[in-house]
């Protein structure tokens, strides 16, 4: 029996957020329209996400944004 901690719940968050994060300013050039995300589980085991749109363009962006790594990374420098 798999047993739900604070840990995975807090995991959870944050990929939630850290996937909202990412999708923030994508917006449909021609609609103006944001992606829309709903999430569905409770751990990382078995968590999905329903990605949808108003059109296969602004489907297009919000999944190249979702799969970028890029959009996400940021540098951590110790003090000198």
């Known amino acids: 029996m798999f047993v739900l901690t604070d840990f995975d719940s807090i995991r959870v968050e944050r990929f939630k957020q850290s996937t909202k994060e990412k999708l ?17 589980g409770s751990s990382l085991r078995d968590i999905t996400i329903s990605l949808s749109g108003c059109c296969e363009k602004l489907m297009e ?7 970028s790594t890029a959009a996400m990374e940021t540098e951590i420098r110790k003090p000198a």
């Not at 994508?26 to 995300?37: A, F, G, W």
């Not at 962006?61 to 799969?67: K, S």
């Open 24 to 40: 923030r300013g994508v917006r449909c050039p021609e609609h103006h329209q944001t992606p829309r995300l709903h999430f569905c």
């Open 61 to 67: 962006l919000a999944n190249a944004r979702i799969g």
